[in-house]
């Protein structure tokens, strides 16, 4: 850890707050210092230096501070718009701390948006962005500034904000030209990934489609998001009315699923099968899909919820005899949508609802 090579009553007072120490506790118990000592140093900041003597007191205490404690102190130092003298002064280049520091941070945000606490997780995220911005960033800053970017634009997808300057087709693109300048083929693919889902939930179906088909061979990306390509190749033919072929193709992708031991995938492509089966029309198969799909599925966030419970209520509005079931299902699933900020969920069930509603109240 760089030392300070001159304490200010800045230095001291950060020092102070990393260590979650009072004033009192502080100056008597840390330090050996009078209270009205530290006081003055936290009242007139940069404007006053420590004696010698003290200034090695201080080096001590840093020094004997926990490794989370430092980290907290450098924090606290960059939030306030200084940073300790003697340390790296440029600000677009992070140190050696601060890199750790933001890959935790970006593995915390990947946990915050799988319980769509979407608010914290942007925040999170956009407290690396402005650190640091993306001009004269080394490798490893530029890469961590691109993750950032694709979390960003995650989070942004599924609040439903999907054009636009501030919006996921925007954070995603960004953070493709920066794994194109590293050089990073397995990233760019996953982003272009993201940008074709973007552009089915947007209503471009067939661009999408056929994108999802190149990718779906792609051999930059994971067996895995492979089969995801294919599955979305279903999805989006499915959205423009081709029923039969897209339940053959989900069907496929299922089966990769199934091989690559992805539980979850699997599930979700029989809930994507269901739909399908009903768009062409058969109802039983819908309904076995479906069942499969609730049976087995993860429901532990709002998303899974709501994704599932759509398709279920979508199905149950197909025959008259669950019309009712469907439309309170639908009901309680919009509520769940909006308390959890799902916008574009929550566009998509209105949207059945109003389909089901001009319909006459048929079965749709």
């Not at 809930?271 to 532990?300: T, W």
């Not at 209520?313 to 949508?337: V, Y």
Request: glycine content about 6%; hydrophobic content about 40%; overall charge neutral.
């Amino acid at each position: 850890m760089p030392a300070v090579r001159l304490w200010t009553g800045r230095e001291a007072r950060a020092l102070r707050r990393a260590l979650r120490l009072s004033v009192r506790a502080f100056a008597q118990d840390e330090l050996g210092v009078a209270v009205r000592t530290v006081s003055n140093w936290e009242k007139l900041r940069e404007a006053t230096v420590p004696r010698p003597d003290t200034q090695a007191i201080l080096d001590t205490a840093l020094e004997r501070a926990s490794a989370a404690q430092q980290m907290r102190f450098h924090l606290l130092l960059a939030e306030t718009g200084a940073l300790a003298p003697g340390q790296n002064t440029q600000p677009h280049v992070p140190r050696a701390w601060e890199y750790e520091t933001w890959s935790d941070d970006l593995e915390r945000t990947v946990v915050l948006l799988s319980r769509q606490n979407f608010g914290a997780a942007t925040a999170l995220i956009n407290r690396w962005l402005s650190r640091f911005p993306a001009e004269r960033l080394d490798p490893k800053a530029l890469y961590l500034h691109a993750r950032s970017l694709v979390l960003l634009g995650d989070t942004q997808r599924d609040q439903g904000t999907l054009v636009g300057p501030l919006s996921a087709s925007s954070s995603y693109r960004q953070a493709l030209g920066m794994f194109g300048e590293l050089d990073i083929p397995r990233r760019v693919a996953q982003i272009e990934l993201s940008l074709a889902v973007v552009a089915e939930m947007t209503g471009n179906l067939q661009p999408a489609a056929r994108r999802y088909e190149e990718l779906a061979t792609d051999q930059r990306l994971s067996g895995r998001d492979r089969a995801r390509s294919r599955l979305w190749v279903g999805t989006a033919l499915s959205k423009h009315g081709d029923h039969d072929y897209a339940a053959r193709v989900m069907a496929e992708a299922t089966r990769e699923f199934e091989d690559l031991g992805e539980a979850e995938d699997w599930s979700v492509a029989q809930q994507k099968l269901a739909l399908a089966y009903r768009g062409a029309g058969n109802l039983g198969q819908a309904l076995h899909f479906i069942d499969i799909a609730r049976s087995s599925g993860a429901d532990d966030t709002p998303m899974q919820r709501v994704r599932l419970s759509t398709a279920h209520a979508h199905i149950l509005l197909t025959d008259k005899q669950t019309c009712d079931h469907g439309l309170a299902l639908l009901d309680q699933t919009a509520q769940l949508a909006l308390a959890s900020g799902l916008s574009h969920q929550l566009r998509s069930i209105q949207t059945i609802r109003q389909d089901f509603e001009r319909s006459g109240g048929r079965s749709i």
